[in-house]
Nanobody, 116 residues
Framework: VQLQACGGGLVQAGGSLRLSCAAS????????MGWYRQAPGKQRELVAT???????NSADSVKGRFTISRDNAKNTVYLQMNSLKPEDSAVYFC???????????WGKGTELTVFS
């Protein structure tokens, strides 16, 4: 499974951006897709995940600002990020779990920089 993320970039604090990630390869279905992030000098952390049934989980730090969604037919997950803060700056990694919630695959990451 290959995960191709795009949508990162440079944005001013308070702005919005949408990340997307498309999965390709040989698989029947993907149970869970989502996003993790890693800022310089910090550990990688969960941002948000979503199951094929639409159940979501997100970090407290992004609740109310970020929305995760997916298109199962396109094997694509989206992360709509609003009210961005400088502390949201990080490399965002797309992830996928085929059958359980244990992450099987990681994308290469797309970088987001939020400036004030």
């Amino acid at each position: 499974v290959q995960l191709q993320a795009c949508g990162g970039g440079l944005v001013q604090a308070g702005g919005s951006l949408r990340l997307s990630c498309a999965a390709s390869g040989r698989f029947f279905s993907i149970n869970l897709m989502g996003w993790y992030r890693q800022a310089p000098g910090k550990q990688r952390e969960l941002v948000a995940t979503i199951t094929s049934g639409g159940n979501t989980n997100s970090a407290d730090s992004v609740k109310g600002r970020f929305t995760i969604s997916r298109d199962n037919a396109k094997n694509t997950v989206y992360l709509q990020m609003n009210s961005l803060k400088p502390e949201d700056s990080a490399v965002y990694f797309c992830v996928a779990a085929l059958k359980s919630t244990h992450i099987d695959y990681w994308g290469k990451g797309t970088e987001l920089t939020v400036f004030s």
